[in-house]
Nanobody, 123 residues
Framework: VQLQASGGGLVQAGGSLRLSCAAS????????MGWFRQAPGKEREFVAVINWTGYSSRYADSMRGRLTISRDNAKNTVYLQMHSLKPEDTAVYYC?????????????????WGQGTKVTVSS
């Protein structure tokens, strides 16, 4: 499956952004989808995951309450709505897919990655 992330940009602290990730080349509804981010000079970290049905999701503690992950299986797209953004949220955000239809309370094996979309939050 191929993934194309979009929606990043420059936003002021306290603002909102919605990232999108369009999938192609696979049966989207089979995949558990996730978002990760990598800030300059830091390792990539988990942000959010949603299971293949869309009925179960989990978030990183650092962003809990400021995120909503959702998916539209008819549009082969997963979204990440971010609110109350902070300068420390500045990073490249990546979407990922796992051919996984089991619990998301352990980290699924994400085998497919998009190219990333850059989010910059100014203070």
């Amino acid at each position: 499956v191929q993934l194309q992330a979009s929606g990043g940009g420059l936003v002021q602290a306290g603002g909102s952004l919605r990232l999108s990730c369009a999938a192609s080349g696979g049966t989207f509804s089979r995949y558990t989808m996730g978002w990760f981010r990598q800030a300059p000079g830091k390792e990539r970290e988990f942000v959010a995951v949603i299971n293949w049905t869309g009925y179960s999701s989990r978030y990183a503690d650092s962003m809990r309450g400021r995120l909503t992950i959702s998916r539209d299986n008819a549009k082969n797209t997963v979204y990440l709505q971010m609110h109350s953004l902070k300068p420390e949220d500045t990073a490249v955000y990546y979407c990922a897919a796992a051919d996984w239809r089991d619990t998301i309370w352990t980290m699924p094996p994400f085998d497919y990655w998009g190219q990333g979309t850059k989010v910059t939050v100014s203070s």
